[in-house]
T-cell receptor, first 116, second 111 residues
Framework: KAGVTQTPRYLIKTRGQQVTLSCSPISGHRSVSWYQQTPGQGLQFLFEYFSETQRNKGNFPGRFSGRQFSNSRSEMNVSTLELGDSALYLC???????????????FGAGSRLTVL | SQKIEQNSEALNIQEGKTATLTCNYTNYSPAYLQWYRQDPGRGPVFLLLIRENEKEKRKERLKVTFDTTLKQSLFHITASQPADSATYLCEISGGYNKLIFGAGTRLAVHP
């Protein structure tokens, strides 16, 4: 079955602009989570959505927001971009069945954002 | 605060040797611990999951141990190959919504 698809793969923005990233989870997966990855900080949890509801949120400013649609596709938005927002943004989905499957994440390839 | 630490220095080993990566955590009691592999420019890929009541889990050349007393997991790759070169991440899960990753350890296997 198809994996997690993220678009766009690469994008360049300037400070002050806003950006929207998209994620299509594995078919049947209802949980989608977002992570920011930078060389210095590693993988930082942004938020998780389940059935269109934000279920958990990391320690990021309000400029970072997200949503999930009824088909489980998710978007995240970053407003008023700063240089420090340059990072690889990863989306992951997970299924809900079984002890082993419940917590295993399947990641997309990521969206590489560069802020100039 | 809850913290998860992995060797920040890259690990360089010779082909054929066993690579051992460490994951330590504090202020947490995870129900599961998982290891992922990440190649440059790609998302992490799940490798192994070990539960808190399991001491060891194996999959082909991979072995993971989980010591809840030491709050530590060790990840071993036996008979390492250059293709094993990547960054390896550990992640702890405890409670359905709580997922915390370490920063990862870069492994380089030299021919």
């Amino acid at each position: 079955k198809a994996g997690v698809t993220q678009t766009p793969r690469y994008l360049i923005k300037t400070r002050g602009q806003q950006v929207t990233l998209s994620c299509s989870p594995i078919s049947g997966h209802r949980s989608v989570s977002w992570y920011q990855q930078t060389p210095g900080q590693g993988l930082q949890f942004l938020f998780e959505y389940f059935s269109e509801t934000q279920r958990n949120k990391g320690n990021f400013p309000g400029r970072f927001s997200g949503r999930q649609f009824s088909n489980s596709r998710s978007e995240m938005n970053v407003s008023t971009l700063e240089l420090g927002d340059s990072a690889l943004y990863l989306c992951a989905s997970r299924g809900g069945g079984g002890l082993s499957g419940a917590n295993v994440l399947t990641f997309g390839a990521g969206s590489r954002l560069t802020v100039l | 605060s809850q913290k998860i630490e992995q060797n920040s220095e890259a690990l360089n080993i010779q082909e054929g040797k066993t690579a051992t990566l460490t994951c330590n955590y504090t202020n947490y009691s995870p129900a599961y611990l998982q290891w992922y592999r990440q190649d440059p420019g790609r998302g992490p890929v799940f490798l192994l999951l070990i539960r808190e009541n399991e001491k060891e889990k194996r999959k082909e050349r991979l072995k993971v141990t989980f010591d809840t007393t030491l709050k530590q997991s060790l990840f071993h790759i036996t008979a390492s190959q250059p293709a094993d070169s990547a960054t390896y991440l550990c992640e702890i899960s405890g409670g359905y919504n709580k997922l915390i990753f370490g920063a990862g350890t870069r492994l380089a296997v030299h021919p």
